[in-house]
């Protein structure tokens, strides 16, 4: 049986308010493989991955973070892929739960402390980083170990780095996303239905969120398994939370994703990749005024023949949001 | 290709003890001109942050608690209409009357985190504990930034702290005119701006809150105050 393609693309803007105070994009976004030059669908496995970096006074290096994320997940997933491609799907469900968590926390933590080691936190931001909530004067939240079981200083210092993640791995069998902290992974079927992967997340006082950052962070961690179906799933997308925070109603946000998808099939992916940047920029602008970034992996064989033949030459990816750098990241 | 997006409202709710030992002294009056003075900083702050709605609405409560102001007002039209003073302190009705606001409906799926500044001289003459856990336990409530202001030295700092319901927070003594004035414009701006552009925390051991400055101290002065009032 012929292994069926998927396309890739998406986009990332720097959020309205990032822009007023002139503070840097916190959000990534990661495809693996890179996609092929001619713009053309991708064989699994692959996979696709969005970190929002925190971006609180506590975590004054999320953007990093949210990179890191990105790069340690992408790698993870696809040696997982690789390595579990003719497994069992029951074994692989269960490696996937008990293994994936920890193996990106893990890693993230080495890619965070390597970055430590060769930017090391000035005295200032240590200070910042320690702060409790009496004398620290940019925030009245808990400080390091007051409420954490198990906070090291390491974590406390790690916590700089604060990201979310979301993730897709797609396999020719099987599909899994991963999730920890906020965001929302949306699933599009063929017929038009739009659910997520994950229910939205348990209510956080005020803006709070799982983070990578965490003690133990691999316990908050969603992981989802599905064999991959025939003429079901149409599209996944992810996206950081500053998207969904843009509509008033859970409607609005499901309706204007499946109106992507639907889009995509009317024209095609190069034409809707290309206006990403401005939509996305449109609805922090109006919206939720956050970083935005929407990562979207569509089902090859859905994409009108017509449409797929308009790729022509050039990546799939809008080549204004990301530069040509190997991963396909942001 | 996206349909319409909107700015998430953000509703700033005043909580105003209007029993009447606010008359004494002329705090009820200092609460007054202090709100009025604030609402022009307040549509400042909205308007450096367009992606944030803000819906003004006011309860007071005395003998029995009421809607001030029921209806959400945008910053950029809302008037402050003076309140007056008398009765006894049922703060537990006034925090029943909130939660059933802050319940979805009516409250929007998509929102800033609420803020809600409670002013209060003196002790609760009704059974509050139940109202507060119960506005806690409505998601809309517990997600709020929750500001508590004591206005003289009378005031039982223990029911503030468990409105606030956050160690990190205290409430903020008001002894004089100007410290009053100075508390209401902190929690009218700097929480306001704070809320408004919010950005996420690591939640750690299940908390996390809206990063707000903290305030200056609050020095008691009589002798630097405009106001020879000292509550």
Known sequence: ??????????????????????????????????????????????????????????????????????????????????????????????????????????????????????????????????????????????????????????????????????????????????????????????????????????????????????????????????????????????????????????????????????????????????????????????????????????????VDPGARLQHGAGPALAPASFPATPGGSR | MIRPVAARPLHFIWIVDCSGSMQEEGKIQSVNTAIRDAVPLMQQTADENPNARVVVRAITFATKARWHIEKPVPISDFLWTDVKAGGVSDLGDALRLLGAALKTPPMEERALPPVLVLLSDGQPTDDYKEAIAELLSIPWGNRAVRVGIAIGRDVDLDVLEEFIANPSMRPLQSNNPDALVRNIQWASTAVLKAVSAPASQASIGGQATVAVPVPSPVLASPNNSSSDAVW
């Not at chain 1, 780095?161 to 020719?172: K, M, P």
């Not at chain 1, 659910?195 to 908050?220: I, K, N, Y």
């Open chain 1, 1 to 302: 049986m012929a292994v069926e393609g998927w396309i890739p693309l998406g986009a990332s803007v720097r959020g309205a308010q990032h822009v007023r105070s002139e503070k840097p994009n916190q959000d990534a976004l990661r495809w693996a493989p890179h996609p092929t030059s001619d713009g053309g669908a991708v064989v699994p496995p692959l996979s696709l991955c969005v970190s929002d970096g925190h971006g609180s006074p506590h975590s004054f290096r999320s953007d990093a973070g949210s990179r890191f994320a990105v790069e340690v997940a992408t790698n993870v997933l696809h040696r997982f892929l690789q390595k579990n491609e003719e497994s069992s799907l029951i074994a692989v469900k269960r490696l996937a739960e008990e293994t994936i968590p920890n193996r990106i926390v893990r890693e993230w933590q080495v890619a965070v402390d390597r970055d430590l080691y060769r930017r090391p936190i000035s005295e200032k931001e240590r200070e910042l980083a320690a702060a409790t909530p009496s004398d620290d004067p940019h925030e009245a939240s808990p400080g390091p170990g007051a409420d954490g079981p198990g906070e090291t200083e390491a974590d406390t210092i790690r916590r700089a780095y604060g990201a979310t993640l979301l993730a897709t791995a797609i396999s020719s069998r099987y599909i899994l996303h991963v999730q920890v902290g906020d965001g929302d992974i949306l699933l599009v079927s063929q017929k038009g239905e739009v659910g997520r992967a994950f229910s939205e997340d348990e209510v956080m006082p005020g803006e709070g969120t799982r983070s990578l950052c965490a003690p133990r962070a691999w316990d908050h961690f969603r992981v989802s398994f599905a064999p991959l179906e025939e003429d079901a799933l149409g599209m996944v997308a992810l996206s950081t939370d500053g998207l969904s925070k843009s509509f008033p109603k859970e409607a609005d946000f499901r309706g204007s994703v499946l109106g992507i998808y639907e889009e995509i099939r009317r024209t095609s992916s190069l034409a809707v990749g290309e206006k990403l940047p401005k939509t996305l920029d449109d609805a922090t602008r109006m919206g939720s005024g956050d970083d935005i970034t929407l990562g979207l992996v569509v089902r090859a064989s859905t």
